[in-house]
């Protein structure tokens, strides 16, 4: 995991020569783990290129902590509850698209790094990589450059190699799915909740269960992350 401390004494950047204090980039982290969003501040706050304006736990506080401080830069966590990292993402990325993304996470798999580039985050790196590729990640992003870990970046560029061919065929799955099944998947890929989405559309949590299990099915996919990079594909968020 990204650690604050290092058992040396952190620089802090330069003055510039003009005397004058350069504005410090503002972030917002977004991660479920009190220890994570306190080490993260500490790390870049001790930098001093970097203020954090706020932590939050969940998706929905991202989408509402973003509208309302407009950070620069959002570090954001892909597995949270109440709205996951995924359809935060795509939210802001409508909502305040000049707020830069990076995500920050564990999941190392082709499925979830593509889900999140899909969805708007312009950088991909994982909670084990050392203090300075963060850095560099948070830099790159902030230049409105594409950044990915290099321990994962491989996997997106076999994936790109291999799979060209494949994605007109996983995007008419979209047309064998009903308007119900439709709107479940939209309200999945949103990061609801199954009862969330049964009060959603008045039916029973056992139904909305029903539908997912039809979805995961018809679309031969195995868990929420799928089925919301699935969505995102075929632009059923925005229907």
Do not use: C, W
Not at 25 to 38: E, F
Not at 198 to 226: C, W
């Amino acid at each position: 995991m990204l650690e604050a401390g290092s058992g040396r004494t952190s620089k802090s950047a330069p003055a510039p020569a003009d005397g004058l204090a350069k504005p410090k980039h503002r972030i917002l982290i977004v991660d479920d783990h009190t220890i994570m969003r306190d080490g993260l501040r500490a790390l870049l706050e001790a930098d001093g290129r970097f203020e954090v304006v706020e932590t939050v736990e969940n998706g929905r506080e991202a989408v509402r902590a973003t509208l309302a401080l407009q950070p620069d830069l959002v570090l954001m966590d892909l597995a949270m509850p109440q709205m996951d990292g995924l359809a935060a993402i795509q939210q802001l990325s409508r909502r305040s698209p000049q707020t830069r993304i990076l995500a920050l996470t564990m999941h190392k798999t082709e499925e979830h790094i593509r889900a999140a580039l899909q969805a708007g985050a312009r950088g991909y790196i994982l909670k084990d990589s050392p203090r300075g590729e963060l850095f560099m990640a948070i830099e790159n992003v902030l230049n409105d450059k594409i950044f990915i870990s290099p321990a994962v970046a491989g996997r997106i560029v076999s994936a790109y190699l291999d799979g060209d061919g494949k994605q007109p065929a996983v995007r008419s799955l979209s047309d064998s799915l009903t308007a119900r099944e439709k709107q479940v998947l939209k309200l999945i890929a949103e990061g609801r909740r199954n009862r969330d989405i049964a009060e959603y559309l008045f039916v029973s949590v056992k139904t909305v269960e029903k539908h997912r299990a039809n979805l995961m099915g018809k679309l031969n996919l195995h868990n929420t992350a799928a089925l919301t990079t699935f969505a995102i594909q075929n632009t059923i968020l925005t229907e």
